[in-house]
T-cell receptor, first 108, second 116 residues
Framework: RKEVEQDPGPFNVPEGATVAFNCTYS??????FFWYRQDCRKEPKLLMSVYSSGNEDGRFTAQLNRASQYISLLIRDSKLSDSATYLC?????????FGTGTSLTVIP | GAVVSQHPSWVICKSGTSVKIECRSLDFQATTMFWYRQFPKQSLMLMATSNEGSKATYEQGVEKDKFLINHASLTLSTLTVTSAHPEDSSFYIC????????????FGPGTRLTVT
């Protein structure tokens, strides 16, 4: 079983839609969780850290469910500029595990 | 946030030559750095973990004699692609986690390697 599993998509949604991505992780001892955004031919950039209590940054909400071992990213009111690949990253000890990335295209 | 640089950003080389890529953490020290490869329209693939002062740890299927990693200081790791072939053409990215408990990864801007 992979350390981190992520639906690769692609997700094609209309502008203004709400879209959610999930990432499951296999190691219950995992400590830190992150969502990154990667634009085409660019490096990933940190979007949000994911805290146990859940956290929100504008239209983006990240949540952690330790019992079911998954993290989620919710994007509300999608914009064309949200089109990108979204990667989840899980830190376990001194190891980092990446999801395969979920491709999102927001359509006018 | 923290800054990681990579050099060169783009390199074209002939088949059979070796190419060195540098990854530097500019405003923090990194005892560990990670090297990835990404083919077009595919996800990041972790190649190896670079450890300052010790040998790198390679992922399964990655040839350590072909992809030489050196982490000589707390701010510099290098990846050398030896005897490059066209199939090595890819986007190579490094990253370094910050310390202090947050463990956020900061990525370099990537190096696009084309082997002709």
């Amino acid at each position: 079983r992979k350390e981190v599993e992520q639906d690769p998509g692609p997700f094609n949604v209309p502008e203004g839609a709400t879209v959610a991505f999930n990432c499951t992780y296999s190691n219950s001892a995992s400590q830190s969780f992150f969502w990154y955004r990667q634009d085409c031919r660019k490096e990933p950039k940190l979007l949000m850290s994911v805290y146990s209590s859940g956290n929100e940054d504008g239209r983006f909400t990240a949540q952690l469910n330790r019992a079911s071992q998954y993290i989620s990213l919710l994007i509300r009111d999608s914009k064309l500029s949200d089109s990108a690949t979204y990667l989840c990253v899980v830190n376990t000890g001194n190891q980092f595990y990446f999801g395969t990335g979920t491709s999102l295209t927001v359509i006018p | 946030g923290a800054v990681v640089s990579q050099h060169p950003s783009w390199v074209i080389c002939k088949s059979g030559t070796s190419v060195k890529i540098e990854c530097r953490s500019l405003d923090f020290q990194a005892t560990t750095m990670f090297w990835y490869r990404q083919f077009p329209k595919q996800s990041l693939m972790l190649m190896a973990t670079s450890n300052e002062g010790s040998k790198a740890t390679y992922e399964q299927g990655v040839e350590k004699d072909k992809f030489l990693i050196n982490h000589a200081s707390l701010t510099l790791s290098t990846l050398t692609v030896t005897s490059a072939h066209p199939e090595d053409s890819s986007f190579y990215i490094c990253s370094a986690p910050t310390s202090g408990g947050t463990y956020e990864q900061y990525f370099g801007p990537g190096t696009r390697l084309t082997v002709t």
